[in-house]
């Protein structure tokens, strides 16, 4: 009977060992099933543990209770173990006996113990992974982190989860200035309000994790994609319910993960969000950009600019051409603007394809003395051939506002190349900022009184500002062509009282003026009633290479 018993006992053993060391075949039922069969083999009548992290927390009774078997009718205790553990947590495991209790004998009170052994050993095992858990995927404040969303990433590539999953990667505008103005601790509480809000949209499928500061990633079903935007793109969130809400926004970078997408790593995925993420966080003029293979395009071939254009400035790949400035009166040249091409193993890049990327690194400010330097050594051999000359303007990056010894370097290369001011016209666009403004002021003025002319392009993008026009020197307004009527246009239609509006506007003031992207004969006329002399633009001619433009400054006039 006793070896029977015996028997019996060591299975049930055996079986919860293997059930609470085998993680693959763990499952918390199938531990409370054990428990309660060996409950059942002492005729114990209550199996209870208990985990507190630390004494106080004990005391308070703050801690977690597992009842693993309860017939109803438990009375006494019979025996109890506690372990505190090196970290100072205390574990503790009781059992109860019923009022028809017969007393374990000694050996069957050792193998009582030593299940509440095991039980114990195995909650603070587990309690342990909890905790490193909570460490390792959260940070200090409770927010998921990212390495939480790398682990998602991954779970979910094993799952072959990832296919139709949205990769989001945000990050909050102007939350500085939410702070200022609702105070820190407010402001924090903001955050993790709007983060909830998102947490709670995409569930448990998905995760929304915070990599630091207001940057965040967050993976889940594509389904609920054009939602979660909409929650960027603002929501309005309150510190607490009686506090003034604010509205959150956010600038994100997707990647929506294709059927047919391999997955390679988490720094696949990362990157693409994080390249997408920073072209809307800093000025592509969208606040949501898709990863797509334009952006791809996009970042390559600024990568491949980045790369070739020291090399392309020493080989003097960067060539000027010129644009006739046309006076509609008489169809002489007037005037020309040097615009830059780049030649470039056989062909010729447009600015549109190089500028913005120069513009990023800064590059442009050599790429524009560069410029300058190359009209003036054109402009010198024109006056040494006894050519016929005009002024002609060379374009400078707004970039160079904040350069202080940018009015010396330009003097500096007009004088190098021997040729009169009055030759050369700057041409800057609008500003935004007041610092620009200022720096503008000064810049223009200071050229004004060097005896080189100025001229503000682009008139009519952007800001437009009346105080630009009238509180800072200019000599000559190029007027975009957004601001020239098209044959469209009727006389009286918003265009052309805009554009009427404009130039006498510039008149009155003592402006030369210059309608740019002149197209078709009827916009000329328009040019001429309004008593706007020089015209540029495709009518006339594409900006040249410097051979056919001398050619035409010397030929025949335009037929106007
Ligand atoms: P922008 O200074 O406003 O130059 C005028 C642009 O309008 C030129 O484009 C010119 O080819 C184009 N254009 C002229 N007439 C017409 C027309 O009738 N119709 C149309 N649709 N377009 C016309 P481009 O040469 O491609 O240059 C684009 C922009 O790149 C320039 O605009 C300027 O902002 C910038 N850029 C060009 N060269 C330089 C440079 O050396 N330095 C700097 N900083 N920017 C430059
Ligand atoms: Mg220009
Ligand atoms: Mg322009």
Redesign the pocket.
């Known amino acids: 009977m006793k070896s029977k018993k015996t028997e019996d006992f060591s299975m049930l053993f055996e079986q919860l060992i293997s059930q609470i060391t085998d993680p693959d075949y763990f499952n918390r039922q199938n531990v409370t099933d054990t428990v309660a069969e060996i409950c059942k083999y002492f005729g114990i009548a209550k199996a209870m543990t208990e985990f507190y992290v630390s004494v106080v927390n004990e005391r308070n009774g703050d801690g977690e209770v597992i009842v693993g078997y309860d017939n109803g009718k438990a009375k006494d205790i019979i025996h109890r173990r506690r372990i505190i553990t090196k970290a100072s947590a205390i574990i503790q495991g009781t059992l109860y006996a019923d009022e028809d209790y017969e007393p374990l004998d000694e050996e069957d009170m050792r193998r009582a113990d030593m299940v509440l052994r095991a039980m114990l050993s195995y909650i603070s095992r587990n309690r342990l992974q909890n905790t490193i858990e909570t460490f390792a995927f959260h940070d200090d404040t409770g927010y998921r982190n990212l390495r939480y969303f790398m682990r998602s990433l991954l779970r979910m590539s094993e799952q072959g989860k990832l296919a139709g999953c949205a990769a989001v990667r945000f990050n909050l505008k102007h939350f500085s200035l939410v702070n200022k103005d609702m105070g820190r601790i407010n402001g924090d509480i903001i955050m993790k309000n709007f983060y909830d809000m998102l947490a709670g949209y995409v569930g448990h499928w998905g995760c929304v994790c915070r990599m630091g500061g207001d940057n965040f990633v967050a993976v889940f079903r594509g389904s609920l994609l054009d939602g979660f935007l909409d929650m960027l793109r603002g929501t309005p969130v309150s510190a607490d319910d009686e506090n003034k809400r604010v509205m959150i926004t956010a600038t994100a970078g997707v990647f929506v993960i294709p059927d047919d997408f391999e997955y390679r790593s988490n720094d696949d995925i990362m990157g693409k969000i994080s390249a997408a993420a920073e072209i809307a966080k800093t000025g592509s003029g969208e606040d949501i950009v898709y990863y797509d293979t334009m952006l791809v395009r996009r970042k390559e071939k600024s990568i491949l600019v980045q790369s070739l254009f020291s090399q392309a400035i020493s080989e003097r790949e960067f060539r000027a051409f010129y644009?006739p400035k046309v006076d509609v009166e008489t169809g002489m040249v007037v005037g020309a603007?040097a615009?830059?091409r780049w030649y470039h193993e056989g062909t010729y890049v447009?600015?549109?394809d190089f500028?913005p990327v120069l513009e990023q690194t800064g590059d442009?400010c050599i790429?524009?003395f560069y410029?300058l330097d190359t009209v003036c050594r054109d402009m010198r051999r024109w006056i040494d051939e006894g050519r016929r000359i005009v002024r002609v303007s060379v374009?400078?990056?707004r970039k160079h506002l904040m350069n202080i010894d940018l009015l010396s370097t330009i003097i500096e290369i007009i004088d190098r190349n021997d040729v009169p001011h009055e030759y050369i016209e700057i041409?800057l666009t609008e500003t935004t900022s007041f610092i620009e403004f200022d720096n503008l002021k000064r810049i223009v003025s200071s050229l004004q009184q060097a005896g080189i002319s100025t001229s503000v392009?682009?008139f009519g993008i952007g800001y437009s500002s009346l105080n630009l026009i009238r509180e800072i020197p200019w000599d000559v307004l190029k007027v975009d062509?957004c601001f020239l009527p098209t044959d469209a246009d009727s006389a009286d239609s918003v265009t052309s009282l805009m554009f009427r509006h404009v130039i006498s506007m510039a008149r009155d003031l003592g402006l030369e003026c210059i309608a740019?992207?002149?197209?078709t004969i009827d916009q000329v006329n328009i040019l001429r009633e309004n008593d706007c002399r020089i015209a540029?633009?495709?009518?006339f001619d594409?900006?040249l290479p410097v051979e056919e433009f001398e050619t035409k400054l010397e030929g025949t006039p335009y037929t106007v």
């Open positions: 644009q603007e615009l830059c447009m600015p549109a500028i442009i790429l524009d410029m374009n400078l990056s041409e392009d682009d062509r740019e992207g002149v197209e540029q633009g495709f009518l594409r900006p």
